[in-house]
């Protein structure tokens, strides 16, 4: 699965009109979890709800570590209250100082790819 990463990268193919015009192919994110401020109460649900452990409370905020998150949207859908999301479809980052790569892997680029593929029970545990 992972070749066509890998081929897209070697080509160059070009298979969107981004970055000149916003993206709006069907499967698009519709943004990414901004975390925030929010009730103790109902972010320790949302905290506990989360598969991955994504998301943490600390001082009243509910944090994001976008490194964890695949996008399930429990956090977004089925809950009183949703989490802030920041309404853009761009996940790329630089990373920080702190977590650099070795000199080894300075020039390389790091690509998740998450294929949840057709679970139906993962389906309506979300709903």
Not at 20 to 35: D, F, I, M, Q
Not at 36 to 44: V, Y
Not at 58 to 83: I, M, Q, S, T, W
């Amino acid at each position: 699965m992972s070749q066509w990463v890998i081929d897209g990268i070697r080509r160059g193919i070009k298979t969107t009109l981004y970055p000149s015009r916003p993206e709006s192919a069907a499967g698009v994110t519709p943004g990414l979890p901004a975390g925030g401020p929010m009730a103790a109460a109902t972010g320790a649900a949302l905290v506990e709800r989360c598969p991955t452990e994504a998301l943490s409370q600390r001082n009243g905020d509910v944090a994001v570590d976008y490194g964890r998150c695949v996008h399930c949207y429990r956090c977004l859908r089925g809950v009183e209250r949703p989490l802030n999301w920041q309404q853009t479809y761009e996940w790329a980052a630089i990373r920080d100082s702190e977590n650099e790569f070795s000199p080894a892997f300075k020039r390389s680029l790091h690509v998740i790819v998450v294929d949840a593929g057709d679970c139906g029970a993962c389906l309506n545990e979300v709903k």
